[in-house]
């Protein structure tokens, strides 16, 4: 079945990139990509009564970089709870074995990937001085398409240029710095914030809070960066983790965020974990979503928490410090030269506790009150509110309400007054809009023109549902899934397992940044400067 | 590459460091000069030069042969099979052995050796507050060597990652710093610190434990020289911007207290509570953090894993080369350089080597291939002691490829497993 042509006959098609809602159609394959027709004579697979939908693409997650290595190694429990044997792999390809958990072993991350129908993820947070590990995890991360945003919100050459005004210097390197790395795209990680916490300041309070002895704050660096996106030309926009993630009371300087932004396109991830209004702990949802609905050049990722085990992993060092402090639990911080900062505690997220149950309101919130679903894409933020596993579960949250309010019965209801979760949402999702959340819609906000859509020319990345009233197992269990036009999925089992494709874009800049780039390697990073850019990555740059 | 040359922005693994910036002189495919200049570095580049033989039974064979045959071996001895990821390997040797241990149900471990392995699984139960070196550089001005003298295993660590450059938030350089200096019984601490004690093997758990008493806010009323000093050091810890303690987490000739790290991690974590910190642990070279890195990837563990499940399972207490001893293996492929103190643990066992000098092992082979140098000869990635990933850039030719090689050997195992042939 992995030839070059393939006919996919009879499936009941989600197609909303192309206005296709639930319609039975024939799909055409061949060499990897979608075609008007084939041949009479060409190989088909019978779909009918089948749910056909473009494969996932998670726009955030963290499955590959130093830091989810750094977390993998804390949690030799959950691996050993968890082993992954050997699949039974086709036409020759060598399978390996692994480990799960919350952060799965690399070849275990792209196989369950692909058991669950996503064949492209990107990791949202890579410190550039370990782009060339991610790369390597990546190598070892079959049957997804993948690549990396690169962490800039508090690189010291970019804050000093910042302060000293020197935006065309910021965004060229900026340029330089995300195809020196490899990266698809600008990543701010609690802007300023990092910088303060490995110099001693902690934290910054908000986005006009200044860098002390610098003068730079959170603001500056969140236009910096946007406007640097902007005239690179980059198929998404600045990937922002914004101020004060986790605080009571941060939907606040989320909300100054993205006014701080009007006009300009940009992506708030995780969006969950900077919704929460003040005083004390209530939700946020509401507020931020209104400015979302009415700004179209806008687009978040929920970050939706699930109930049970996850492991926190961000560059966000001062907010896992907290989390340490609170939780008694595990907790690892590095900090990285020159660029960002790394901390990890593993959790769990119980309903019996009121704010985890407030957290779990307020995910649910952001996607019933969405107006646009092109703009709202579905994420736990892998692993940080739950595995990609826990997918399914939030589709069946999202689309079944009788389902989801028996769940809201269960949780502690103690921070949920005037939540507009508690006070009945009644919305449920439907396939269409699933589809949208999940592939069409990320795709669209990556700008990857050959992702989450089924029209012709588009990547024959196709997943296949039998349909089920349990809406859960339905989206956990793929009958069949193609990538590239190549069965990875079939009857339910991974039976291929080819090398996924490298995502990354190398944008021009003015090289006249490069002598005084140079100097400041030579005086303050331990990599030489010449070693610095990562070499040999698998696949060229896109085109931009 | 028979033209003489200078190589630039090489990588050295003689110890952790892993210096970039060395540049390479090669005359007539010798190397003749590397600089800047470290004894470490210098040893381990050596003139460059490897054998480059192929044998089987100790007799010369060509490869395709010693590839079929050690294939044979490890195949017919499938689920019994231990790989050993030794020194001076990249990465991507390192993961293209941890295939074949996947293929073979082998148990596969690396060089760390028990006292970093420790620290290991330290991190596992407590986690840690660790930096990258040039974090160190530029931010420390407090730090505290706990019974290790740099100077000796990792000659370039004071001058080019810690104590001496001038740093972002330290312009003075050493001047800036504030240097304290312990040493623990014969681990002697840093010459020429601003402030030095010693202490004894016995003293040294209590006293990083009344030192995190003190940076934790609880008084220390303890009464004795020890409590006073250790009160002391904490007070100075505290009043640091960031403060910086070193350690060696490889062995040295005094017996090791393993709880000397745990205590380490402990104070380091408790001191973010009134400042920042973080802590250095010395490793030494070859790649061998590279190898943890990548079989944390594979498989969820840094080292001593088994396969012979099926699927990777943590053995620590079980480590590979102490299975040799009892017999647990019907076969062993030992890849890469073995560090002196393991070569021993080999003797008996005829393992199939592939790496620098592998025909020059001094115990019998069943099949001894030889390739070249990681950073030499190979080229790929491997990691500083921080994890910090660096490419490798050969300066000489070698024999032939690492990986090239265990990709053979993969590809001949599959056909025999395959065919059922073992």
């Given amino acids: 079945m992995s030839g070059t042509q393939l006919r996919l006959v009879g499936g009941t098609v989600y197609d909303p990139a192309n206005q296709v809602d639930g319609e039975t159609r024939d799909l055409c394959i061949e060499d990897g990509r979608v075609v008007p027709s084939l041949p009479d004579r060409a190989p088909s697979l019978d779909l009918r009564g089948m749910v056909v939908m473009p494969g996932g693409v998670d726009i955030h997650s963290h499955l590959a970089s130093a830091s989810c290595n750094h977390a993998r190694r804390l949690l030799p429990e959950e691996h050993a709870a968890d082993p992954m044997p050997l699949p039974t792999l086709v036409d020759g390809d060598r399978a390996r074995s692994g480990t799960g958990g919350t952060v799965p072993s690399t070849f275990t991350t792209g196989y369950r990937y692909a058991g669950l129908g996503y064949t492209t993820v990107f990791d949202a947070a890579v410190a550039p001085l370990t782009a060339r590990h991610s790369h390597a995890e990546l190598d070892d991360t079959p049957c997804v398409d993948g690549g990396i945003f690169v962490l800039m919100g508090n690189d010291e050459y970019l804050l000093r240029q910042i302060a000293a005004g020197e935006r065309e210097r910021a965004r060229d390197y900026a340029a330089w710095l995300l195809g020196s790395a490899g990266g698809y795209a600008i990543k701010i990680v609690n802007p300023g914030g990092i910088e303060a916490w490995k110099s001693g300041q902690r934290n910054l309070n908000g986005l006009d809070e200044p860098l002390a002895g610098r003068g730079v704050t959170g603001r500056a660096i969140l236009e910096a960066l946007a406007n640097a996106g902007h005239e690179l030309g980059l198929p998404h926009p600045v990937h922002i983790h914004c101020n004060n993630l986790g605080m009571p009371g ?10 701080a932004l009007t006009g300009r396109r940009a992506h708030f991830t ?49 907010v896992e410090y907290l989390l340490h402090r609170s939780s008694g639990r595990r907790w690892v911080n590095i900090d990285i030269e020159l660029e960002t900062g790394c901390g990890i505690v593993p959790f769990v997220y119980k309903d019996k506790a009121a704010v985890t149950a407030l957290q779990w309101a307020i995910g649910l919130e952001l996607f019933l009150l969405s107006q646009d679903p092109w703009r709202v894409v579905l994420s736990t933020d892998h692993p940080n509110g739950g595995s990609f596993l826990s997918y399914p579960a939030l589709i069946q949250l999202l689309m079944d309400r009788t389902i989801r309010d028996e769940r809201l019965k269960q949780v502690n209801p103690k921070l949920l007054a005037g939540s507009a979760l508690a006070d009945g949402l009644t919305r449920e999702y439907t396939l269409n809009e699933i589809a949208i959340i999940t592939r069409a819609g990320p795709a669209r906000l990556l700008g990857l023109k050959h992702k989450g859509h089924l029209g012709v020319g588009a990547d024959a990345d196709v997943t296949v549902y039998s349909r089920d009233s349990d809406i859960a197992r339905m989206f956990a269990t793929p009958r069949y899934v193609l990538k590239g036009g190549s069965l990875l999925v079939e009857e339910g089992q991974l039976r291929r397992a080819p090398a996924g494709r490298r995502l990354r874009l190398a944008p021009g800049y003015d090289d006249a940044v490069l002598p005084d780039l140079r100097r400041y390697f030579e005086a303050y990073s331990t990599v030489s400067f010449a070693n610095y850019p990562v070499q040999g990555i698998r696949d060229e740059p896109l085109p931009l | 590459m028979s033209a003489d040359r200078l190589v630039e922005h090489v990588t050295c693994l003689g110890c952790g460091c892993s210096c970039d910036d060395v540049t390479v002189r090669v005359v007539q495919d010798h190397i003749v000069d590397v600089a800047p200049v470290c ?22 064979v060509t490869i395709e042969q010693a590839v079929e045959r050690a294939a044979h071996r490890l195949a017919a001895a499938k689920g019994r099979c231990l790989v050993y990821l030794g020194l001076d390997l990249s990465t991507q040797a390192q993961g293209a052995a941890t295939a074949l241990a996947d293929q073979l149900n082998a148990a596969v471990d690396c060089a760390t050796s028990d006292t970093a392995a420790a620290g290991l699984t330290t991190a596992q139960r407590r986690g840690r507050a660790s930096a990258t070196l040039g974090e160190i550089r530029n931010r420390g001005d407090v730090f505290l060597f706990w019974g290790v003298d740099p100077s000796d295993r990792y000659p370039r660590f004071l001058a080019r990652y810690s104590l001496e450059p001038a740093g972002i938030q330290v312009p003075e350089g050493r001047r800036g710093r504030y240097v304290i200096s312990a040493s623990i019984g014969d681990d002697r601490g840093l010459g020429g610190a601003d402030s030095t004690f010693a202490l004894g093997p016995e003293e040294e758990i209590t006293a990083l434990t009344l030192m995190r008493a003190s940076v934790s806010g609880n008084p220390v009323t303890a009464k004795s020289p020890l409590a006073t000093r250790a009160a002391e050091v904490a007070q100075r810890l505290v009043g640091a911007r960031y403060a910086v303690l070193v350690h060696d987490a490889e062995p040295s000739a005094q017996q090791r207290n393993p709880l000397r790290v745990e205590a380490l991690v402990a104070l380091t974590q408790a001191l973010n509570g009134p400042t920042r910190a973080s802590l250095c642990s010395l490793r030494g070279g070859g790649n061998r953090v590279g190898a943890e890195s990548m079989l944390t990837w594979q498989t969820g563990y840094p080292f001593a894993v088994d396969y012979s499940l099926g699927y990777p399972r943590s053995q620590p207490q079980r480590r590979g080369l102490a299975g040799v001893a009892s017999g647990r293996y019907q076969a062993s492929l030992v890849v890469g350089a073995i560090p002196e103190e393991h070569a021993l643990g080999f003797s008996g066992l005829s393992p199939i080597l592939i790496g620098p000098r592998a025909s020059s092992a001094p115990f ?52 025999r497993l395959n065919s059922g042939a073992r």
């Fill in chain 2, 39 to 60: 004894p470490v570095g210098r040893a381990w580049f050596g003139d460059g030069q490897v054998p480059s033989r192929v044998l089987s039974q100790g007799g010369p």
């Fill in chain 1, 270 to 318: 995780h969006l969950q974990f900077h919704s929460y209004g003040g005083p004390g702990w209530k939700s946020g949802a509401a507020q931020l979503m209104d400015y979302v609905n009415a700004h179209p050049e806008l687009s978040v990722d929920v970050g939706q928490i699930m109930f049970g085990p996850a492991t926190t992993i961000t560059a966000d060092g001062p």
């Fill in chain 2, 364 to 415: 019998d082979t069943s099949v001894a291939i030889d390739t070249g140098v990681a950073g030499i000869h190979d080229q790929g990635t491997a990691y500083r002691m921080d994890e910090v990933p660096l490419p490798l850039r050969p300066c000489l030719v070698g024999p032939r490829s690492t990986v090239d090689v265990l990709e053979s050997l993969a590809q001949a195992v599959q056909d």
């Fill in chain 1, 250 to 259: 941060n939907a606040e300087v989320t909300l100054a965020s993205m006014q």
